[in-house]
């Protein structure tokens, strides 16, 4: 599989890239700082150096993808429309490289979905979408070019991120989520991301995932 990654410098970003690579895949790294990817040089990668602005070299970089994953994030007092910037460029990219297959992702706390308690509904999201109101504002408009961008896209939505090691053991739900797995290493987002890309299933979709229950004895 041919894969252009955007966001490649970023923590689930460089998952996706390196786990790529050890799997025998060839990667497109879009970067704006070359210094700052913490992949090396190696056989199946290739490293476009663009920024949202770049038209060509951002259609260039796409072109023959199986598949485009964008891992676009802000953080801090960064640009806070990034993601929303960063889908545009990228869907631009796509039609005019003619790459059909886009996956993107946002956040489990964006939006109550059926499966979450009163406590989640209530409370806990309603302060974690107060307290990153403005990420969270750019989002919200990246789904809405991603869903009105006539491409197979899939929007994966990751709960509360940490930097462990990839365990494997991923749920997954269409449109909801389960009551458990309140956090997820950005390990094992680039690996459900991978497998996400070839699963035609999940076109037009926007899908919840979190840690698996440890198997009882």
């Known amino acids: 599989m041919k894969l252009a990654v955007f966001g490649a410098t970023g923590g689930i970003g460089t998952q996706v890239v390196s786990q790529a690579l050890a799997a025998g895949h060839q990667v497109s790294a879009v970067v704006r700082d070359r210094a700052r990817l913490a992949v090396p040089d190696q056989d199946g990668l290739a490293v476009v150096t ?3 602005g770049d038209a060509d ?9 199986d598949a485009v994953v964008s891992a676009l994030g802000a953080y801090g007092r960064g640009v806070l429309t990034v993601c929303q910037d960063g889908v545009r460029a990228e869907t631009a990219a796509m ?4 790459v059909r ?7 489990s706390a964006l939006r109550t ?3 979450d308690t009163l406590l989640m509904k209530a ?20 789904e809405d070019e991603v869903m009105s961008s006539g491409l197979e896209w899939t929007i994966v939505c990751p709960p509360r991120l940490t930097d462990g090691p990839r365990t494997g053991q991923v749920w997954h739900r ?3 989520a389960e009551r458990h797995g309140q956090a997820l290493a950005r390990a094992d987002v680039a690996g459900y991301l991978l497998e996400a890309a070839g699963d035609r299933e999940l076109i037009g979709k926007t899908v919840y995932i979190g840690q698996e229950r440890a198997a009882r004895d």
Do not use: T
């Not at 039609?95 to 003619?98: F, Q, S």
């Open 101 to 107: 297959r886009l996956l993107v992702i946002s956040a």
């Open 113 to 115: 979905v059926p499966n």
């Open 174 to 176: 269409v449109g909801d």
């Open 123 to 142: 409370v806990l999201k309603p302060l974690v979408s107060f307290a990153f109101r403005r990420h969270y504002a750019d989002l919200r408009v990246m």
């Open 95 to 98: 039609r005019a490289a003619g």
């Open 50 to 52: 663009a920024g949202f």
């Open 57 to 65: 070299a951002l259609a260039s970089a796409v072109s023959g993808a």
